[in-house]
């Protein structure tokens, strides 16, 4: 079994920062590329942010210089750094994580975590 944690989410003010976090527990082998994704009332889930194994990452255009991506990979751990955040950010963040376990080995399988509700408000 395989599950993702994620925590950080809150309420903050319009230009606020928050730290999102999100640790993948269980019995991985190996985790390639992590990312997040938000879903707003009303709209479909869209990527927000990704990052490879070796730390390359892309950002939706709307975060891009607000928001970054990063990862411990040897705590199984992404992060999402979010700054000056607007009332747009608003949504359930979800992490996710394409990985091999040891359940099956020789296919690689999506993980999604729970989420954590962002909203940004005054």
């Known amino acids: 079994q395989v599950q993702l944690a994620e925590s950080g989410g809150g309420l903050v003010q319009p230009g606020g920062s928050l730290r999102l976090s999100c640790a993948a527990s269980g019995s991985i082998i190996v985790i390639n590329a992590m990312a997040w994704y938000r879903q707003a009332p009303g709209k479909e889930r869209e990527l927000v942010a990704t990052?490879?194994?070796?730390?390359?990452?892309n950002y939706v255009n709307s975060v891009k210089g607000r928001f970054t991506i990063s990862r411990d990979n040897a705590k199984n751990t992404v992060y999402l750094q979010m700054n000056i955040l607007k009332p747009e950010d608003t949504a359930v963040y979800y992490c996710?994580?394409?990985?091999?376990?040891?359940?099956?080995?020789?296919?690689?399988?999506?993980?999604w975590g729970q989420g954590t509700q962002v909203t940004v408000s005054s």
């Open positions: 990052i490879t194994s070796g730390g390359s990452a």
């Open positions: 996710n994580a394409k990985l091999y376990h040891a359940s099956r080995p020789e296919f690689e399988d999506t993980y």
